[in-house]
T-cell receptor
Framework: GAGVSQTPSNKVTEKGKYVELRCDPI?????LYWYRQSLGQGPEFLIY????????DSGLPNDRFFAVRPEGSVSTLKIQRTERGDSAVYLC????????????????FGPGTRLTVL | AQSVAQPEDQVNVAEGNPLTVKCTYS??????LFWYVQYPNRGLQFLLK??????LVKGSYGFEAEFNKSQTSFHLKKPSALVSDSALYFC???????????FGKGTTLSVSS
């Protein structure tokens, strides 16, 4: 079956611009996660959705970052007034169950969107 | 605070030799630990997890990991390395809320023929 897909695969933008990154999770997966991976680092948690609601957004670095999942499937990560420090690979993952101890630790990752802010 | 450390940036082994990729963690309470692998131009893939029970956990592709509570470690092992095992390996720990994974920096495994 289809895995997690992310579009675009690459995004180059200028400082101060607005960007949207899209994630299509595996069908039927109720949990969806966004992570950010900087060069030479492991993925860093941003936000977790259970269904349509953001169950944990404690990883969003500031109010320029926002994510939605209006119908409980596709999610969009939105970044306003981009800064050079936002350059990273943004990863999306989904799992059939949300909480890690209930099985949500086995997350299925997409290939990522490489964001470059000039 | 919870954290995961992978003390080695790179591990080099010859094909056929055993391999170990090290991971240590810090958490209050019971740890929920994971290993993921990232092949070039591919997404992160789940290898194995420790939630509770037997300290030796078996996973995909012949990998296993040993949970050691006294040493707060969760090292990844394989008895006989393959060239195709060359990849970037991440150890991860569930956060206290159980809502996300905290990843280490990663260890590059290079297996030579």
């Amino acid at each position: 079956g289809a895995g997690v897909s992310q579009t675009p695969s690459n995004k180059v933008t200028e400082k101060g611009k607005y960007v949207e990154l899209r994630c299509d999770p595996i069908s039927g997966h109720t949990a969806l996660y966004w992570y950010r991976q900087s060069l030479g680092q492991g993925p860093e948690f941003l936000i977790y959705f259970q269904g349509t609601g953001a169950a944990d957004d404690s990883g969003l670095p500031n109010d320029r970052f926002f994510a939605v999942r209006p119908e409980g499937s596709v999610s969009t990560l939105k970044i306003q007034r981009t800064e050079r420090g936002d350059s990273a690979v943004y990863l999306c993952a989904s799992s059939p169950q949300g909480r890690v101890v209930a099985g949500g630790g086995e997350q299925f990752f997409g290939p990522g969107t490489r964001l470059t802010v000039l | 605070a919870q954290s995961v450390a992978q003390p080695e940036d790179q591990v080099n082994v010859a094909e056929g030799n055993p391999l170990t990729v090290k991971c240590t963690y810090s958490v209050s309470g019971n740890p929920y630990l994971f290993w993921y692998v990232q092949y070039p131009n591919r997404g992160l893939q789940f290898l194995l997890k420790y939630i509770t029970g037997d300290n030796l956990v078996k996973g995909s592709y012949g990998f296993e990991a040993e949970f050691n509570k006294s040493q707060t470690s969760f090292h990844l092992k394989k008895p006989s390395a393959l060239v195709s095992d060359s990849a970037l390996y991440f150890c991860a720990l569930a956060n206290q809320a159980g809502t996300a994974l905290i990843f280490g920096k990663g260890t590059t495994l290079s297996v030579s023929s």
